[in-house]
């Protein structure tokens, strides 16, 4: 692999430059004005999704640059390891290759021949978790399905089960307990009965403290309620299968250390799916993603879409100095699409140091936020539009909608349109109170339908468009170091609580403990 940090590049200063003679000042307006093909060129069709991206702050000039950018820091290279099982994630040591989860089990190729043991695996545990999806799904008497995860264990598979509740088999509910906050299970454990409800423990490593806490609560509840058949109500989604045995569960599914949290609703981490769409339902889920996987694979970089999506946060990022990029689905379904890219995107891209432990010079990760339009519109747009910052925004609609309800999805429409084309446009007005100063950029995901596969393309490309940024930035977007800080210390904190010992804390931390046991 030959990859070169890009600040170290040539294409970096000749970017700067770029940025101090057009590049800051670029108008949308006049760019389309000047270019009657601006549309064409800055629109692209990629695997189950059409983007726009020429509301953007961008010209073809800037865009080439990029490109070069992209090339001279080796992102082919890095891509290319990737997808040949190279052990990237260089402080674990470990491949990263949540892709291999969706490859066809016939797929064949240059790079994936010393693959095929991973593959057989693959394909070898997939085979029985859709078995048992579609068992749980003829079996009437369950009723419904409570994941206890969080992070990557949580926030992929509720999203997608939300987001594709036209799909779900009807007469099942799904529940997902991810805070250790007792509310939340509490609250779902008041709505369920033993005899009709699975319980699936989720979690990569089997050790995480709010995962297992809530695990041992719905086990100790089960038992007190006289549940008694843990194995039938009981199962694991886990690498962790000897833990998940110790702690009395038999029933589990496996997946493997290359697949990051954040990056495995395609592993068995993805089960609650499974049985809410049925086994072909998540195929096609899979396929949709492996679609956008050779997308990303072949398409050369200047059409290629996470390229292009990638590319466009780093100009937006270490140029324009944008701090954050709201996402705005257009769906209600997609409610969760935020939550889920923030861990995606901030979990994998929120690092100070590059892969060789180095200080990066410049920003990484930017917030990544928002809602689902048009609620939006009506709580934080006013701020996208007159406030102080520029925050670039993603929208993503959605063709045709499954409802017959007349009007609405018309009206959906023309409000994510009008939305991407007031920040545009603006709207001059002298006396300053309702002046829309417009070239607020934006760029316009557009689905058929919210199905399966385009959902999982849709994934797909988020996930391939933080690969991009990251491998530019040069910094290893694979691990989560800096979760684990706050860990170690909830752990000396909770004894605190217990024991009222304050020695050694910090002022603040004692004053409050000791508020806390007055
Ligand atoms: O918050 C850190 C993290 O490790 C995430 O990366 C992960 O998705 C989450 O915790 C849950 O981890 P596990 O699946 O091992 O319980």
Not at 24 to 36: E, G, I, K, S, W
Not at 165 to 176: A, L, N, Q, T
Request: hydrophobic share 45%.
């Amino acid at each position: 692999m030959n990859t070169t940090r890009c600040d170290r590049t040539p294409a970096w200063a000749a970017l700067q430059a770029q940025f101090e003679t057009t590049g800051r000042t670029l108008d949308v307006r006049d760019a389309f004005a000047a270019d009657p093909q601006r549309f064409g060129v800055f629109s692209q069709s990629a695997p189950h999704i059409f983007a726009d991206l020429s509301k953007n702050l961008i010209d073809e000039a800037t865009q080439a640059l990029l490109l070069d950018l992209a090339r001279q820091s080796g992102l082919e290279s890095h891509r290319n390891a990737m997808f040949a099982g190279d052990k990237i994630n260089t402080t674990e040591q470990r491949a990263v290759m949540h892709w291999l989860l969706r490859t066809p089990a016939q797929a064949q190729r240059d790079g994936l021949q010393g693959l095929s043991v991973e593959l057989a695996q693959v394909h070898a545990t997939l085979a029985p978790m859709l078995d048992y999806a579609e068992q749980v799904r003829l079996d009437a008497a369950i009723t419904d399905v409570v994941n206890i995860g969080i992070g990557g264990s949580d926030l992929g598979p509720q999203m997608a089960v939300l987001a594709l509740d036209e799909y779900v088999i009807p007469g099942k509910r799904f529940h997902f307990v991810s805070n250790v906050d007792g509310h939340e299970l509490a609250a779902v454990l008041k709505k369920v009965k033993v005899e009709s409800t699975l319980f699936l423990i989720a979690s990569k490593t089997f050790t995480t403290i709010e995962t297992m806490t809530n695990a041992h609560s719905a086990k100790a509840w089960f038992a007190a309620q006289g549940g008694t058949d843990v194995a039938r109500h009981f199962a694991a989604l886990t690498t962790n299968v000897a833990a998940a045995n110790a702690f009395g569960i038999s029933t589990t599914f496996g997946f493997w250390d290359w697949v990051g949290g954040r990056y495995s609703v395609w592993s068995a981490i993805g089960l609650p799916l499974a049985i809410a769409i049925g086994a072909q339902g998540f195929k096609e889920f899979l396929s949709g993603a492996h679609d956008m996987d050779e997308h990303f694979r072949t398409a050369p970089l200047d059409q290629n879409l996470p390229v292009r999506l990638g590319l466009l946060d780093v100009w937006y990022r270490n140029f324009h100095g944008f701090t954050s990029r709201s996402v705005a689905p257009y769906h209600c379904a997609l409610k969760r699409y935020p939550a889920y890219l923030q861990q995606l995107e901030m979990e994998s891209n929120g690092k100070r140091v590059d892969a060789s432990g180095e200080a990066v010079p410049f920003s990484t990760s930017p917030v990544v936020w928002g809602e689902p339009g048009t609620n939006g519109q009506h709580a934080y747009f006013q701020m996208l539009h007159q406030g102080t910052d520029v925050v670039p925004v993603e929208f993503v609609a959605v063709k045709t909608a499954k409802h017959s309800l007349p009007g609405h999805q018309t009206l959906l429409l023309a409000n994510v349109l009008a939305q991407a084309q007031a920040l545009m446009l603006g709207k001059a007005d002298a006396g300053g109170h309702k002046h829309f100063p417009g070239n607020r950029p934006s760029t316009f995901l557009l689905l058929d339908e919210l199905s399966p596969a385009s959902l999982g393309a849709l994934i797909a490309l988020q996930e391939h468009r933080v690969f991009v940024s990251g491998s530019l930035w040069g910094i290893n977007s694979f691990d989560q170091w800096g979760v684990e800080l706050g860990k170690v210390l909830a752990k000396d904190v909770e004894a605190r609580l217990l024991s009222g010992h304050t020695e050694g804390l910090d002022g603040s931390t004692a004053g409050l403990l000791a508020r806390l046991q007055a």
